[in-house]
């Protein structure tokens, strides 16, 4: 039956085997040579995730949905729902989706790390009011077979790095940092909301089309290339 652990989950040796849907209000950690089994339920976390073991994700779905900043360590997971009403989601470790990635509310920050799908197919799920935060050269979510993002969802790349910037469609586009280092578009893309380059960020066309529907605001460096903005 339907179960809340009102603090910590520490599954420290053997296995937990979960067959209905868990609410852990705190963290929850699987330690080295430990196990956690999903199988078809909904294990909703409100603190920190950290699996230095074993996590068997089955069917099921992890929602990270506290109220504070939240840790996820690397893991795969079946189907994987960031889902906060305040506090930021952040990545420690490169994390995979079986099934689909959904930012349902609030930020999720990869930092440079991966939330990739593990074969083609699934959905990544940008909602609207939220925000994507790619700190890496190369790490917005790869592998998913539709990429759903939301009007005035933001996705923002700021890396200190230079970055490749995935010619997808958006809701609102940010980039911030890097200096000289510059965010580099690999294919054309849209923008269904607006673009904002933050003082200190370089946006770099490379000679592809940017399909822009809502407001430019330039406050660091746009080299333009060959491209277009339309």
Same mark, same amino acid.
Request: charged letters at 5%; hydrophobic letters at 35%.
């Given at each position: 039956?339907?179960? %809340?652990?009102?603090?910590?989950?520490?599954?420290?040796?053997?296995?937990? /085997?979960?067959?209905?849907?868990?609410?852990?209000?705190?963290?929850?950690?699987?330690?080295?040579?430990?196990?956690? %089994?999903? /199988?078809?339920?909904?294990?909703?976390?409100?603190?920190?995730?950290?699996?230095?073991?074993?996590? @068997?994700?089955?069917?099921?779905?992890?929602?990270?949905?506290?109220?504070?900043?939240?840790?996820?360590?690397?893991?795969?997971?079946?189907?994987?729902?960031?889902?906060?009403?305040?506090?930021?989601?952040?990545?420690? $470790? @490169?994390?995979?989706?079986?099934?689909?990635?959904?930012?349902?509310? =609030?930020?999720? /920050?990869?930092?440079?790390?991966?939330?990739?799908?593990?074969?083609?197919?699934?959905?990544?799920?940008?909602?609207?009011?939220? $925000?994507?935060?790619?700190?890496?050269?190369?790490?917005?979510?790869?592998?998913?077979?539709? @990429?759903?993002? =939301?009007?005035?969802?933001?996705?923002?790349?700021?890396?200190?790095?230079?970055?490749?910037?995935? $010619?997808?469609?958006?809701?609102?586009?940010?980039?911030?940092?890097?200096?000289?280092?510059?965010?580099?578009?690999?294919?054309?893309? %849209?923008? @269904?909301? /607006?673009?904002?380059?933050?003082?200190?960020?370089?946006?770099?066309?490379?000679?592809?089309?940017?399909?822009?529907?809502?407001?430019?605001?330039?406050?660091?460096?746009?080299?333009?290339?060959?491209?277009?903005?339309?």
């Amino acid at each position: 039956s339907t179960s %809340t652990v009102a603090g910590n989950l520490v599954v420290s040796s053997g296995e937990l /085997d979960v067959n209905a849907t868990m609410t852990v209000t705190g963290n929850t950690t699987i330690s080295s040579g430990a196990i956690i %089994t999903g /199988d078809a339920v909904t294990l909703n976390i409100g603190g920190n995730w950290a699996n230095s073991g074993t996590f @068997n994700a089955g069917t099921g779905t992890v929602n990270m949905n506290g109220t504070g900043s939240q840790n996820i360590s690397a893991t795969t997971f079946n189907n994987l729902i960031v889902n906060k009403s305040s506090g930021t989601a952040v990545l420690t $470790g @490169n994390v995979t989706a079986n099934g689909n990635a959904t930012l349902q509310s =609030g930020i999720f /920050d990869l930092s440079t790390f991966t939330c990739n799908r593990s074969s083609v197919g699934g959905v990544l799920s940008i909602i609207n009011g939220t $925000g994507l935060y790619i700190g890496g050269a190369n790490n917005f979510p790869a592998n998913f077979a539709t @990429n759903s993002l =939301g009007n005035t969802s933001t996705v923002l790349y700021n890396g200190t790095m230079a970055q490749f910037v995935k $010619g997808i469609t958006y809701g609102n586009l940010s980039f911030s940092n890097g200096g000289a280092a510059a965010k580099t578009l690999v294919s054309s893309g %849209t923008v @269904n909301g /607006d673009i904002l380059v933050n003082s200190g960020a370089t946006l770099h066309s490379g000679g592809f089309t940017i399909t822009l529907l809502g407001n430019w605001t330039n406050s660091g460096t746009f080299t333009p290339s060959t491209g277009t903005v339309v």
